[in-house]
């Protein structure tokens, strides 16, 4: 199985901070990365899929990168409403896989 | 506007059974595969397992978590998809998201269903 870290598992930052969270694969998945957004409570809201491609509706102020075993997701300006978790997960390979999450909390 | 309602959640016991369903709604249900994840109280997210569209002979994926005990199918004409789940276990206790795999890649779930697989 295609094993996904990310990094960091937590942080804390401001409105108007730039985010970026690490996603790696444990082998080359080329671009089938998924990024994932959820909230206490709710089911998870799809960011980004093939590693770079925004999910229609979702703001441009999220963006990804990445290729082979190395992604990343970058929100440009936090807002209130982006302190959630954030998930990806690698679609190359079955069974399908699921980093373990990065909280993002006010600082 | 696509809608995936999941329902057939609730308490368990362990070694027994549930099915869960999930309606779908807004787009072409048969053309899509479709996939189920699941996620623990307090834990990430698992993929549980995914089956293909008619073109591809309704094939199915699996979790080793639990494959043998679940089965995943559909109809295509109740727009409807459906996990059936044998011999449950404590671990098995979660939310069970239904997903539309395809086009593009897990875009839309649906709200979730809680089972609670307890004594």
């Known amino acids: 199985d295609i094993q996904m870290t990310q990094s960091p598992s937590s942080l804390s930052a401001s409105v108007g901070d730039r985010v970026t969270i690490t996603c790696r694969a444990s082998?080359?998945?080329?671009?089938?990365l998924a990024w994932f957004q959820q909230k206490p409570g709710k089911a998870p809201k799809s960011l980004i899929y093939a590693a770079s491609s925004l999910q229609d509706g979702v703001p441009s102020k999220f963006s990804g990168s990445g290729s082979g075993t190395d992604f990343t997701l970058t929100i440009s300006s936090l807002q209130p409403e982006d302190f959630a978790t954030y998930y990806c997960?690698?679609?190359?390979?079955?069974?399908?896989?699921f980093g373990p999450g990065t909280k993002v909390d006010i600082k | 506007e696509v809608q995936l309602v999941e329902s057939g959640g609730g308490l368990v016991q362990p070694g027994g059974s549930l099915r869960l369903s999930c309606a779908a709604s807004g787009f072409t249900f048969s053309d899509h595969y479709m996939d189920w994840v699941r996620q623990a109280p307090g834990k990430g997210l698992e993929w549980v397992g995914r089956i293909r569209n008619k073109a591809n002979s309704y094939t199915t994926e699996y979790a080793a978590s639990v494959k043998g005990r679940f089965t995943i199918s559909r109809d295509d004409l109740k727009k409807s998809l459906y996990l059936q789940m044998n011999s449950l276990k404590t671990e098995d206790t979660a939310v069970y998201y239904c997903?539309?795999?395809?086009?593009?890649?897990?875009?839309?779930w649906g709200q979730g269903t809680l089972v609670t697989v307890s004594s």
């Open positions: 997960q690698q679609y190359k390979n079955y069974p399908f896989t």
């Open positions: 997903v539309r795999g395809t086009n593009p890649p897990f875009a839309y």
């Open positions: 082998q080359g998945i080329s671009n089938s």
